[in-house]
């Protein structure tokens, strides 16, 4: 296992129903942690290279509804 880090920043503030779709992020095999930081706009995804890679990891953020810029 590779673990790798990788931040993306967003735009709008996710609403109620884009954080319950994120959270569905958390059981997708190779997710190890999400953490977002509001100030900054941003989300730091950590997760398993071997298994999935940054192209993967932002089509299932957009896919929750999240607005990555």
């Given at each position: 296992?590779?673990s790798?880090?990788?931040?993306y920043?967003?735009?709008?503030?996710?609403?109620?129903?884009?954080?319950?779709?994120?959270?569905?992020?958390r059981?997708?095999?190779?997710?190890?942690?999400?953490?977002?930081?509001?100030?900054?706009?941003?989300?730091?995804?950590?997760?398993?290279?071997?298994?999935?890679?940054?192209s993967?990891v932002?089509?299932?953020?957009?896919?929750s509804?999240?607005?990555?810029?």
């Amino acid at each position: 296992m590779t673990s790798v880090e990788i931040s993306y920043n967003y735009g709008m503030s996710p609403d109620e129903a884009v954080m319950r779709s994120i959270d569905n992020i958390r059981e997708v095999y190779g997710i190890r942690r999400l953490n977002f930081n509001e100030n900054l706009r941003s989300v730091a995804v950590e997760y398993d290279a071997t298994r999935l890679n940054p192209s993967i990891v932002a089509s299932l953020l957009r896919r929750s509804g999240l607005d990555l810029k």
